[in-house]
């Protein structure tokens, strides 16, 4: 046996030195699991009640305005004759005949309108269309946007100048003026364009719609690509990048595989923000008559259809402001929510 150490004395402790048994091993093991980006962005979006909420509700729209209306008996260019301007849940004459010889007739949930069209469906069908040109004016812009930005922000100097005064440039030009310009100018080529086979669309969403998308890659990406640029000049700093560079990668490499890659988190919250402000500028297009064209639906015309009959029927314009006030709200939290489980600087 040993002797206890003094309390000065440099000599060893031998019990000090006795293996820990597994309980203790267990108990010393307070490592985090490993996760990767996404993984930990997704468990700290699915804490969100908030954007959780939000995106069930993205959910149920989608439900309603896609899903629904290819089941729905009600087409929304179906006439109805001796149908006009019912209340919502009201029948005509010749329904409640056909109901009093036991016929079955689907009800009319929010009315009709004064052509005698089921105004339900034309609701969904319009925040379809303002669904999809949300989409698609975001998912032109985020492609027109990063890639314009990416360029500018990795060759900085003269070229980041020149390319960024282009875009001070564009921001002043008023988006409206030039959607009634190019209506107007490409009215009759759209139009001849739209009678080819291939090209059918065009005449069924007609010119003002295509004009309007026409705008959103002329002028609404300005945003975006100034958000990638200042993330690119950041990330072009990085080891990765001047290893790249060593290596020999080409230029284009490096901006498709290597920054803007890394800025994925950023490009999904910024586009998920701007689908929202998409859909209030062609909601407010169509208001003013520069939409669709009749008779397919949007809801900013049907809101502006709405009007004339507004203290008789409020309910025609509640129903798509409404649903417009919600899918705006919807994806502005939603966008919030991937914000804060995307970004880094947010983590607590």
């Not at 492609?143 to 282009?166: C, E, H, K, N, P």
């Not at 000049?233 to 901006?255: D, P, S, W």
Request: proline share 4%; with cysteine.
């Amino acid at each position: 046996m040993l002797a206890k150490n003094k309390p000065l004395s440099l000599q060893l402790n031998v019990d000090d030195f006795v293996k820990a048994s597994a309980q203790e091993k267990e108990s010393l093991v307070v490592m985090r699991e490993s996760v990767s980006f996404w993984k930990d962005g997704i468990r700290r979006f699915r804490r969100n009640k908030i954007a959780m909420t939000a995106l069930s509700i993205v959910l149920f729209i989608v439900v309603l305005c896609f899903i629904v209306p290819a089941f729905y008996p009600y087409k929304y260019e179906q006439q109805i004759k001796g149908s006009e301007r019912l209340a919502p849940m009201q029948y005509s004459a010749a329904e409640m005949q056909k109901i009093e010889a036991g016929e079955s007739v689907f009800p009319h949930f929010l009315g009709t309108d004064q052509n005698g069209r089921d105004y339900a469906i034309r609701v969904m069908v319009g925040g379809r269309v303002s669904m999809m040109v949300g989409i698609v004016a975001s998912f032109l812009i985020l492609i027109i946007g990063s890639l314009y930005g990416a360029i500018a922000g990795y060759f900085g100097g003269v070229v980041d100048l020149v390319m960024m005064r282009i875009v001070d440039i564009i921001y002043t030009v008023p988006d409206v003026l030039i959607i009634i310009l190019l209506a107007q100018t490409l009215k009759f080529p759209l139009r001849a364009l739209g009678e080819v086979p291939l090209f059918g669309w065009i005449q069924r969403l007609g010119p003002n719609m295509v004009s309007m998308f026409i705008v959103f890659a002329l002028l609404y990406w300005v945003g975006m690509a100034r958000i990638v640029r200042s993330q690119i000049m950041v990330l072009k700093q990085n080891e990765y990048v001047t290893a790249a560079k060593a290596l020999g990668a080409r230029k284009r490499r490096i901006i498709g595989k290597h920054l803007i890659t890394n800025c994925i988190g950023t490009l999904i919250v910024t586009t998920t923000l701007q689908i929202p402000s998409s859909i209030f500028t062609e909601s407010f297009l169509s208001f003013l008559g520069l939409g669709v064209q009749a008779p397919m639906p949007s809801l900013g015309s049907l809101a502006s259809s709405a009007l004339n009959g507004f203290q008789t029927f409020p309910e025609k314009l509640f129903a798509p402001a409404a649903l417009i006030f919600v899918i705006i709200l919807s994806f502005n939290l939603l966008g919030d929510g991937l914000r804060d489980a995307f970004d880094p600087k947010l983590k607590s």
